[in-house]
């Protein structure tokens, strides 16, 4: 189960990075149309795009920041357990 756990994890963490990245290079390309000379309307859809690609930015960056809290709940989770068990198991031994 842990193991599935991880695997997930990872999967997630990757999808994050990559979305985190490629929203970082629509952002760039964005920033190219918008200095380039002429057409107004191209100009406001890179506009949008631009905002959309740092509002991706950002909510890849806070999911990034759960994935870590969850990390630290489930440490803190086995840590707990473990601290049990080892209390149960020395109740259990006499």
Do not use: C, Q, W, Y
Request: no cysteine.
């Amino acid at each position: 189960m842990r193991a599935m756990e991880e695997n997930v994890e990872k999967t997630a963490e990757v999808a994050i990075e990559t979305i985190e990245k490629a929203a970082d290079v629509v952002d760039k390309l964005a920033d190219e149309v918008i200095a380039f000379p002429g057409n107004e309307n191209l100009k406001k859809a890179a506009f949008r795009i631009k905002a959309i690609a740092e509002e991706i930015e950002k909510d890849a960056e806070e999911a990034e920041a759960l994935i870590h809290k969850v990390e630290e709940i489930e440490k803190e989770v086995d840590a707990a357990v473990d601290t049990f068990m080892g209390k149960g198991m020395k109740k259990g031994s006499r």
